[in-house]
C-alpha cells in the first residue's frame, strides 16, 4: 500500500479530518491531501510528525514486514511470559486458531484485535507495531551502515545517485535529506528506509518480553544493588558470572 494512501486510512480511523490533522501537523490542507494522494511526498521531519499524530510507527506507516514482525513478536512474548496459545486466547478473548495463524504469518491481526493481545500480555500495541534499532540520529545510522559494508562517502554517494557533499552532510547532521533522498540511500545500502527513521531501542524489546516475575523482580532493591554492582566489572569479571548462569541454567536440576 502506498504511503499516502496508508495516512489517509489511518486518519480516518483515527477519527481526524483532514482539516484536523493538518492542524496538528502545521500544514496546509491542500498539502496534506497532496500527499495522501501521493502527488506530494513529506519530508523526513514530516514522516515523524505524522508517525506521532497517527499514534503508529513509520514502519507500519510504509508497510515493510508488518505480517512478520507481528508474529515473532507475539509468539516472543507469549513464551516469555511462560503462556501457551489456549491461555493467551483465554487471556485475550482471541481464539487460539487466530493466535496461531498470526504467529505463523498467514494472518494479520488489525489495530483492535493487537490491542487485546498486547493487554493481556502486558505491553503496548506499539511494541507491535516498530521495528526497534538503536537510538542514533539518521547520520549516525547512515554513516555506521555505510562504514559496515566498505563504502566510502564517494561510493555511497554515486549508488544514491546524490553528491558526495550531501553524504557528508547528513552524516554529521548538517542537512536533514528528503524522504526521497533518504529512499535512495537506504536503496543503495541495502536496507529498509524505515531503518533510519525509528527511535526506539533494542532494551524496549528485551524488557517486554521478560517473564512477569522476573520484572517484579527488577523493583526489589536487591536486585536493583546487584545490577548496579555489575555495572562496575571488568569485562573478564562479567564473562565468567556470565559463564556460571549458563553452567546453572543446564544444571538447575542436579543443584536445586
Known sequence: MALGTTIRDFRKQRGFTLQ?????????????????????????????????????????????GTEKVYGEKISFIRRGRSL????????????????????????????????????????TIRYFLEKSTDALSIGERVRREREKQGLTGVALADKAGITPAMVSQIENNQAEPSLDTLENVAKAL????????????DVDNLVASLNTDVLSL???????????????????DLKFILNYIQFYKRNRSLLD
Open 20 to 64: 484536523m490533522l493538518s492542524d496538528q501537523l502545521g500544514v496546509s490542507c491542500s498539502f496534506l491531501s497532496a500527499v495522501e494522494r501521493g502527488v506530494k511526498k513529506p519530508s523526513v521531519a514530516m514522516v515523524k510528525k505524522l508517525s506521532d499524530a497517527l499514534n503508529i510507527s513509520p514502519t507500519y506507516l510504509f508497510g515493510i
Open 218 to 236: 527488577l523493583g526489589d532493591p536487591r536486585v536493583q544493588s546487584v545490577l548496579r554492582a555489575v555495572r562496575d566489572l571488568e569485562a573478564g
Open 190 to 201: 541495502g536496507v529498509s528506509v524505515c531503518y533510519f527513521l525509528l527511535e526506539q531501542e
Open 84 to 123: 501457551t496459545i489456549e491461555e493467551l486466547s483465554e487471556l485475550s478473548g482471541v481464539s487460539p486458531e487466530r493466535i496461531q495463524a498470526y504467529e505463523d504469518g498467514t494472518e494479520e491481526p488489525d489495530l483492535e484485535t493487537l490491542d487485546h493481545l498486547g493487554e493481556a500480555l502486558s505491553v
